[in-house]
């Protein structure tokens, strides 16, 4: 199962919230592994970079993401990065998760930022210029027999 999103998305907050990047896949064995695959193009308007977790259902995929954090810190899948009012940065991240079931699962990007806005799928001036682009952000998901 893929999906691909080429409409705009931004976030501004602290917190993480759906991105819109969704897929859907239905194993056919309850011993089967998820692979997924994220490739979420992006930018910022601001120096904070974005970060991305991979949610299954309502939940964050545990497995995805980190565990040490503390105070402010956030426990990402991923991290972007800083980039120019006119650049697109690539923010990926493949893993393999379990989910131990033959129901339909979906995956969702969630992502947040710290300060400034992030914008998924275009850059950050959007002005009428050859280098103010906009690109897809994809997210694939494949079963492998367990």
């Known amino acids: 199962s893929s999906t ?3 409409a705009e998305s931004t ?8 991105s819109g990047l969704t897929a ?7 011993s089967s592994k998820i692979l997924v695959n994220m490739n979420c ?7 904070n970079p974005p970060q991305f977790a991979i949610y299954r259902g309502g939940s ?19 991290s972007g990065i800083y980039t120019l009012s006119y650049s697109i940065s690539n923010a990926v991240f493949t893993g393999m998760d379990e989910p131990s079931t033959t129901s339909a699962t979906t995956y969702t990007v969630y992502w947040a930022t710290y300060s400034g806005t992030t914008y998924m799928n275009r850059t950050e001036d959007n002005t009428n ?6 690109v897809p952000s994809t997210l694939t998901l494949m079963e492998i027999a367990g």
């Open 129 to 134: 210029r050859f280098y103010s682009v906009w």
């Open 24 to 30: 859907t896949i239905t194993p056919t064995s309850s």
């Open 11 to 18: 976030t501004n907050g602290g917190s993480f919230v759906a």
């Open 41 to 47: 193009q992006v930018s910022n308007s601001d120096t």
């Open 60 to 78: 964050v995929v545990t497995a995805f993401v980190g565990t040490g954090a503390t105070g402010n810190q956030a426990n990402a899948t991923t």
């Open 4 to 6: 691909s999103k080429t």
